[in-house]
Every structure is written in C-alpha cells, then in structure tokens.
C-alpha cells in the first residue's frame, strides 16, 4: 500500500495489481484470454498480480501448508507433504564478516526463484474466481487479470467484482499495492464519449492511463499495435549486432540460424497470434526489414512473418479443438461436410483480423 509498502507486517503479503477497464469490441483482446464477446459494449477489467507470492519475506509467521491442508486432501496432492519437508530443512547462512556467518534456519518464505513460487501461488490463488460471468480471472504466474464486461453503461458487475477481489485479498492476508495498479479503458465504440466510474480500492483511487504493458505486450486504448511492433523492431535490431560478430568468426550457416531463431525470431513473434493480424502494414514492413537483414548475414533464407504468423495461428487452434475443456472450443464446429469449419461473423475489420477468425480460415486452408 502507499506509504507503507516497505514496512514489514506479519502475516501479510504484498499484492500489485494493475487495473484495467476495457470497452468496445473486446474479442479482439479476450481472444488471448480464453474468451470472447460480440456487440457494442464496455469492458472494465482488474489486471495485476502480488509482488510477493506465499511465503514472501513479509510474511514471518506464514506457513503455506497449513491453509492449503484446510482445502486440499493430503492423500490426493502428496506434493504438499514435499513442500512442508522443504521449508522445515532450510537452512541459509547469514555473513557478517569474512571471517564470521551465523546459520538461519527458516520455515517460511520462499527463496527469491524457487521452483516452488509458482506452485504455492497458482494453490494459493486456486480459490480466486469471478462472481459473475461477466467477468474473467485470468492468473499467470503471479499476475492477475480480472476482465469485465460492461454493457448498457451498468458497471456494476464491474465495480462488485473488484470489491471482491479486495475483500479476498484480505481475507487471505494478502495487501493490494494501489501504487502499481493502473486502470485502463479500451472504448470502440462511435458514440458518444462515455464517462466511467472511477476505480477506488481502499479509498485510493486507481490511477487511470491509456496504455499497459502485460506479459510482453504493450494494450492501448485503441487497440493499435505501432507502440508494440516498435518495441520488438528496436529489440530485434539490437540483437543483429551479436549476429554479425558471430558472422565474423565464419561460424556455420547452420549455427547462425539457430542464434536467429533463438534471439531474433523468439522476439519478433512473441504473443504473434495476438496483434500480428490488426498490425499495420507498415508495422509488418517494418518487422520484416529486420528478416531481411537477417538473411543477408546468414546467407540463407529465413521464413518470413506471414508464413510464421498462420503456422502460429494453425497449431494453436488445432490445440483448441482437442481440447474439449477450452472456453472457446465451441467456436471450432465442423461443417457438414466434416472437412471444414464454420466461419465466424464479423461486422467489424477488426473483429474479422483477429485471432479465431484467421486460425479458422488458416485451419480450412490447411486442409
């Protein structure tokens, strides 16, 4: 919390949140989670997630095993019993001098990179779930999103379900960090300006901008990807500099490559599925210089953005169909025929370029 989020109190963790409220079309940015919508409407959403997961260094008197055996069966997750016997032995060393350390043992808390903090935070969070359908929880890691749709200005849904998570937090010793949270308002529709409740969590107010940076990938309140592509462009030419001195030590063809897909392409085409087909065509033009340099340092020719693009969109989809249990398998129906799928339908240019719309024209094209 403001003013207070360096002290230390017991048995509280500290929980950034980044605040989101989203209007207009939304299926074009739900696509990436797991959901969708259509119409005119408003979105407000709640993204953020704790600085510290269970166990965090604020958080002295904590024992994570000790909850998670109110809500779990010991003889069905047996990796708890694992998780207690690791904290129980640890065992660090605290250096004054050179010369003198004194031991510490510890039984709680979790070790800055453990294996485990991902773990306890998906067990511990396991609890946290919207109220109404509305609204989408979405945790990764330790970010949380929480995505509302707003319609007919009712923003209700919306506010109650923030209020929710606040009182969770709570309830779970968990403390919101107001400071990092950030509210943002994607409206596409042509009407009139709309007015917004301000989003308060514990009397202070949300700070509201009009863009966001999640998971690698920069959101604007228009959903226009130049801000993004300009930042993976200045990043890929960065990283053709190692590519020209490793050209310049005469290694192989084959090695070059393989620097190129693991530094250069990696980053080109992180979350591609998500903003690759409402990018500009000069955002493409753009991305697709820096291949180009690529290839002349290699001297070989490297699959270009489109081709990677329907590739991405192709196994991600074919993963949708197989998987019964995902949201959106229901937007995957076979014709007839059996052959081909069902097109969606898309009023908007926008709709029609984003993801489930490409991944079934990409699937029937494969087929």
């Known amino acids: 919390m403001p003013g207070t989020k360096n002290k230390k109190r017991k048995g509280k963790k500290r929980h950034n949140c980044s605040s989101t409220a989203l209007a207009g079309k939304p299926s074009i940015l739900l696509g990436t989670l797991h959901a969708t919508t259509t119409g005119e ?92 359908s509305s609204n989408i929880i979405v945790k990764f890691a330790d970010d949380t999103v929480v995505v509302g749709l707003i319609s007919d200005n009712d923003e209700r849904a919306y506010l109650e379900e923030i209020k929710h998570l606040e009182n969770w937090c709570q309830e779970n010793n ?50 226009s990807w130049s801000r993004h592509t300009s930042s993976l462009a200045k990043k890929a030419r960065q990283r053709l500099y ?35 087909g409402n ?13 180009r340099s690529a290839e002349r340092i290699t001297h070989s020719e490297l699959p270009d953005l489109q081709t990677t693009y329907y590739k991405r969109c192709q196994t991600k989809a074919r993963k949708i169909v197989k998987d019964p249990t995902h949201p959106n398998n229901r937007l995957f129906s076979l014709l007839r025929s059996g052959r081909c799928f069902r097109s969606l339908k898309a009023k908007t240019e926008r709709l029609k370029r984003s993801f489930f719309p490409q991944a079934i024209r990409a699937l029937n094209q494969g087929n």
């Open 41 to 132: 409407s408003a979105i407000g959403g709640f993204w953020g997630g704790p600085e510290c997961g269970p166990g965090s260094d604020t958080a002295e008197s904590y024992r994570p095993t000790s909850d998670f055996r109110n809500w779990y069966d010991d003889e069905q997750y047996p990796v708890l019993d694992s998780a207690e016997t690791y904290y129980s032995s640890m065992d660090y060393r605290d250096y004054g001098t050179r010369e003198e350390y004194s031991h510490v043992s510890l039984c709680t808390g979790a070790p800055q990179g453990c294996v485990l903090s991902p773990l306890l935070y998906s067990l511990y969070t396991y609890n946290c779930t919207a109220t109404s």
């Open 242 to 276: 190692h590519l020209r001195r490793l050209r310049d030590f005469r290694l192989p063809s084959k090695v070059l490559r393989n620097f190129y897909t693991c530094t250069i392409e990696s980053i080109l085409t992180g979350n591609i599925t998500v903003w690759f």
């Open 174 to 223: 968990l403390l919101l960090n107001v400071s990092k949270t950030k509210e943002l308002i994607v409206d596409c529709s042509k009407k009139q300006e709309r007015h917004y409740q301000p989003v308060r969590i514990s009397g202070t107010t949300v700070e509201r901008v009009d863009s966001f940076r999640y998971l690698g990938v920069h959101i604007l309140q228009d959903l």
């Open 279 to 291: 990018s500009t065509k000069q955002d493409r033009q753009a991305l697709q210089r820096v291949v």
